[in-house]
């Protein structure tokens, strides 16, 4: 205990600072700034050089830099999509940083983005899968939105909308069920994935609620529900939103 | 019996001695000018400048000399009010300087943990006023330029209390983020003399404010 206050005061004054205005503000470093003027007063970042991040001393989360040529591509389908959503709104959701980077992972496991409603920031992997790409850009918001409402997405109440034989995994990793293609049948689920949770799931509806141009409801009475779940959730949350369809 | 005759000095050596003193004169001046490192900073007198509104005005003085400070009650009421009633009881006299980042930024404010008289290095930062916290105001556009002025927080928002900053550089991430508070009208190359440590967190020794005062 003597001992103690001498090396807690010893480590605090060794701990090199990083006098680095984005890391202090979101804890991620190496980033820099990619575009911060927006409309909706979003704040794209990048990163320069790769990070890892994590709770504890094994950093589990890893993302990498990349060349000047993709990401001025990505950032403008990126932000494409994200200008849908309203200053007001994104304040709402808490989201105000977008972290761009690529070969983002969790555990080893490649993921398309990690949303952090603390921080308001949503690390993209720009190099994730190229053919949905747009669609996993609104799925990662939705998580967001659904870790800033918890109760309004109730994952209890989501269950129910599924047959009463139907069971989630345990987590979204938990299987290979991964497929994003969108079923032609869908028989309560609009992808493989959606059938990993019931997050997932909710994200799926709410990524093809704001993505696809064509009418994706196709008479499925369990996607009919939760389609009016995703919606009305929304509506609570701000009742000028909109989606690209059934609006 | 021997006699010592008078050497006489030649040339070359009153040439070295005149160098040596000429030395000697140049490095104490360089001792006193590197120590004295405000003498090259212009100190203002409030009392010299006229200001609109009086009451929005603070004297912020360091070891350099007055730093005034305009606030922005119509930006941010609460945050203000919370400043000038610390300021009006003089809460912040002798609070640290406990985080200086070069050319960057200076903060203040902490006075649980940050007083000259209870200066606690592994706590100053974390502490509080006693007044509790007070909601962040962060929706009027407002660009933290260099001299601006704001309430500090933790890392979650609403939790601004008595501790203040002041950016040394423009800062555009800052913009809704921070609470301004007000702006630096006069003396912030003053600001540039606080004691930092390069690359570390604490300022081992910091300097203090010596007083905060309203000009109401």
């Not at chain 1, 999509?81 to 309203?86: A, C, E, G, I, P």
Request: charged share 25%.
């Amino acid at each position: 205990m003597i001992l103690f206050r001498p090396i807690l005061l010893f480590l605090i004054l060794i701990t090199p600072l990083k006098a680095n205005t984005i890391y202090n503000l979101i804890k991620i470093p190496n980033l820099e700034i990619y575009e911060i003027n927006n409309e909706n007063k979003l704040r794209y970042l990048y990163a320069a050089k790769p990070f890892k991040l994590g709770v504890s001393i094994k950093k589990n989360i890893h993302c990498f830099d990349s060349d000047k040529k993709t990401l001025d591509k990505k950032y403008k389908i990126i932000n494409k999509n994200l200008n849908r959503y309203s200053s007001e709104f994104l304040k709402k959701i808490g989201l105000r940083y977008i972290v761009l980077c690529e070969d983002l992972s969790i555990e080893n496991i490649n993921t398309a983005g990690i949303p952090n409603n603390i921080t308001r920031t949503l690390i993209l992997d720009i190099k994730f899968n190229e053919v949905y790409f747009e669609r996993a850009i609104h799925h990662e918001v939705f998580h967001i939105i659904k870790d800033s409402y918890k109760k309004l997405f109730n994952e209890v109440n989501w269950e129910s909308l599924n047959k009463k034989n139907f069971k989630y995994s345990e987590c979204s990793t938990c299987n290979n069920k991964w497929n994003l293609d969108t079923y032609t049948k869908t028989k309560g689920f609009f992808t493989e994935y959606s059938k990993s949770t019931a997050s997932e799931d909710m994200a799926e509806v709410f990524s093809h609620l704001m993505f696809y141009q064509h009418k994706i409801y196709n008479g499925d009475p369990i996607i009919k529900k939760k389609i009016r779940f995703i919606k009305k959730s929304i509506s609570k949350i701000d009742s000028s939103f909109k989606f690209l369809n059934y609006d | 019996m021997i006699s010592i005759n008078k050497i006489k000095i030649t040339k070359s050596e009153k040439i070295t001695l005149v160098f040596i003193i000429l030395l000697g004169v140049f490095t104490l001046g360089s001792l006193l000018i590197i120590k004295n490192k405000c003498l090259f900073i212009k100190n203002y007198d409030p009392d010299d400048i006229q200001f609109e509104k009086r009451e929005n005005i603070a004297v912020l003085n360091v070891k350099c000399g007055n730093v005034i400070i305009e606030l922005y009650p119509d930006i941010s009421p609460n945050a203000v009010e919370r400043f000038k009633t610390l300021t009006r009881s003089s809460a912040y006299d002798d609070a640290a300087f406990h985080r200086v980042i070069e050319n960057k930024l200076i903060q203040t404010g902490d006075l649980e943990f940050g007083k000259r008289e209870n200066l606690n290095y592994g706590k100053v930062g974390t502490g509080k006023s006693g007044l509790g916290l007070i909601k962040s105001e962060i929706d009027t556009d407002f660009k933290f330029k260099r001299g601006s002025v704001g309430l500090a927080r933790t890392f979650q928002m609403d939790t601004e209390d008595s501790q203040f900053f002041i950016i040394l550089q423009d800062e555009p991430l800052f913009e809704g983020e921070y609470t301004p508070i007000g702006k630096v009208l006069y003396g912030i190359e003053v600001l540039e003399k606080i004691k930092f440590m390069p690359k570390f967190h604490i300022v081992p020794r910091p300097d203090f404010i010596n007083s905060l005062k309203l000009l109401e």
